[in-house]
């Protein structure tokens, strides 16, 4: 099982001013695959507390795999990507290509997203869209490739096994 943990990023959310559809969304996604969420919390677009969340997700609790919605866009509030570069060690740019590249034959609007992905020690750390269509989406785009990838990070598969 990949141990996953879904981190939605919301001013609004995080003060119970909105429902946090987008989390679920991307639980329902991942049901039945061979995914386990093991953590999940919403929290309000600052800069330091992401950051924060995402260094306990990865140092704390070991997570394969973490998947933040929102803060993406071009907000000034929109900070999910510099929180993410702060803690990552590796970008892994494919990932969001694939999605910009998937999301493009669907909405022009695709070209916006700020969305990157990358590597702490032994963890993948992906951003998506805060909507849960577009998460959702995105996610579908990349998800067949992500075990390979997390199996090789982690040093369990492939020519770099431990």
């Known amino acids: 099982m990949i141990r ?3 981190l939605t990023i919301s001013d609004k959310g995080s003060r119970g001013e909105r429902v946090d559809g987008t989390g ?5 996604a991942i049901d039945d695959k061979e995914y386990k ?48 570069l702060k803690v990552i060690k590796k970008q892994a740019p494919g990932i969001c290509e694939a999605m910009r590249q998937k999301s493009l034959a ?17 963890t993948l750390i992906i951003n998506l869209p805060g909507s849960p269509k577009g998460a ?13 990838g997390i199996e090789i990070l982690s040093g369990s598969g ?5």
Request: proline residues 5%; contains cysteine.
């Open 37 to 84: 969420v093991e953590y999940y919390n919403m929290i309000p677009d600052e800069i330091d507390l992401i950051s924060k969340e995402l260094i306990y997700m990865c140092d704390e609790l070991k997570l394969d795999l973490i998947l933040t919605n929102g803060g993406t866009g071009f907000s000034k509030r929109d900070v999910t990507p510099e929180a993410t």
């Open 24 to 28: 679920p969304a991307i639980r329902k």
């Open 106 to 122: 669907i909405t022009p609007k695709a070209m916006l997203s700020r969305a990157i992905a990358g590597i702490r020690d032994d």
């Open 158 to 162: 492939g020519e770099c096994a431990r």
């Open 136 to 148: 959702v989406e995105n996610l579908e785009f990349i998800l067949a490739a992500l075990p390979h």
């Open 4 to 6: 996953t943990g879904i």
